[in-house]
């Protein structure tokens, strides 16, 4: 927690920012006047679809591989994932030279998998549930040797995805009213209200969570990790719930989570399509289906959002 | 021809430019590490997907519209079009406050009939031949008295076309070995490679169209506006056969014309999508299938590509 070391400060996210870089996409921030006359509010895109990889999950990954020691880099790393934090490793191992295992839902989409053997892992499949991942997680390090990177409880992997609003901030010159970002496991979400904290302290972070997966909303009330009532969205990135060291920023830092349904989500996705032609996966459309939910709420405001991503199966879009 | 007073000079690009400017977008050049290793040259895309109203065509229907007299103005404007140079002129006939009748082919995408619509134009269909477009669209100038403004055979539509490429070689600072450009009646091409010849006079300007509306590339053969053997293409853009105008300008400054077939244009569309993130039409992927289709001939190449739009009707893709 707090006085963990490696909790993420400033400097421990600048310094993240310096080592990720020569990795990374600085990517460009788009607007869109349609979108900003649909929605009311001033939206600034922080465009991680066009990341390395294809989503954000690049940062957090190369960040937690380079961080780690050559002696520990040589074990090769291991992680399970629903997709873009798999192809994270997978690329941030092939960085370094290092042998990447990932373990991966068995209905991940097949784009996802393709990718992640393009790197060179190795792919071992699982029943689509936290449990059965950590468990054949385990199975595979107590195999190989190889050290275990989770994709968001890590301090590394938060302080990573922190890089994305520190750019948005930066690169903008604008000071948000609100910062947006969607939330499964809260990796992206924690080091997005971290550096909200940090470089833009008067913008609030407000988070996006698909009614599918209603876990950190409940998490966000109780002040423990809960898990969602049920488990079924299109936004298959946004399945897990909150870790320890998620929950916590999340509580210190985040203001709220709104909920949206699937049908709002592909809507959302669809407007993005068709308005700023380019693509996004369902889980990178929730904050603006969040946004268009409740546009009364965020009416004249400027608003920073993450695009996480754009790994989706062209052959099984929702439209 | 090109002791028309009206014929794109260096100058006259220069003037349509500073006149279209401020109901523009400035679009982004892209690069795509991946599709440069696939291809093996070292593309550019201009992003005219990211255009006002998803396309080019933005360019060469502001241009037009406000070269028109006031009074001219006032009498509305009419063209025919499968889609885009239809909302190129709505959207220019709303900017300066005009009326804009435009003829659409009945087979239009929803999407395109919309936008139209959704700019205040008045829509009439006809059947979807370049004769019948004619005959419908005359009708309509008899019954208004509207100002015709031709999707392409117009010089001021072909100097509008031409700031896309005077764009593509200041921003990126690349001399380029080839740019390249799909054709189908030619505004686009002849704009190119008048910019091309202007602005960076060593750079070839090399065309590509689809199989199924191989019109140009007989013409460019024969020097004599051909029609296709026959006509049937996803590339919905390409579809008519060139005009004096434009064969002038083709003959004077392209250096070739390669065709594909849909498989291919679907293929590199594909790519686009799944590798850039960024939504582009079937017509805009002509240039990279052909490019893919003749990698040898453009090894090693600095290539500069004009993405024409980004139009698609998502319920109709073909993947």
């Not at 679809?49 to 050559?70: D, E, H, P, T, W």
Request: charged share 20%; net charge negative; proline share 5%.
């Amino acid at each position: 927690m707090k006085n963990d070391p490696l909790y993420p400060t400033q400097d421990i996210i600048e310094a993240a920012h310096d080592r990720i870089k020569p990795y990374i996409h600085r990517t460009p921030i788009l607007t869109s006047q349609t979108l900003d006359e649909i929605s009311g509010a001033e939206i600034y895109f922080k465009c991680e679809n066009f990341q390395k990889i294809g989503a954000f999950k690049a940062r957090g990954g190369v960040n937690a591989v380079l961080s780690l020691a050559s002696g520990e880099q040589e074990r090769g790393i291991a992680t399970h994932s629903s997709g873009n934090h798999a192809q994270a490793i997978a690329y941030a191992a092939s960085v370094v030279g290092a042998k990447a295992y990932i373990v991966m839902p068995d209905n991940s989409p097949q784009v996802k998998v393709d990718a992640v053997r393009g790197y060179g892992a190795e792919v071992t499949f699982c029943k689509n549930t936290p449990e059965e991942r950590q468990r054949i997680v385990d199975e595979v390090v107590a195999r190989t040797g190889a050290v275990f990177v989770h994709p968001f409880n890590d301090y590394r992997v938060i302080a990573g995805q922190a890089t994305a609003t520190r750019e948005l901030i930066e690169d903008s010159g604008v000071v948000f009213d609100t910062i947006m970002a969607p939330v499964g496991g809260g990796g992206l979400l924690s080091g997005t209200s971290l550096a909200a904290h940090y470089y833009s302290p008067l913008t609030k972070v407000i988070a996006g969570e698909p009614e599918g997966a209603a876990d950190a909303v409940l998490s966000f009330k109780t002040g423990k990790i809960e898990k969602a009532p049920y488990v079924e969205t299109i936004a298959d990135g946004l399945l897990t719930y909150l870790g320890d060291k998620t929950l916590d920023i999340i509580l210190r830092h985040v203001s709220d989570i709104l909920t949206v349904s699937d049908n709002e989500i592909i809507a959302a996705m669809r407007l993005i399509w068709e308005r700023m032609k380019i693509i996004v996966e369902p889980s990178c459309a929730v904050p603006l289906a969040a946004l268009l939910k409740n546009k009364e709420r965020f009416a004249g405001q400027k608003v920073g959002m993450i695009l996480t991503g754009g790994n989706v199966d062209l052959g099984k879009l929702p439209f």
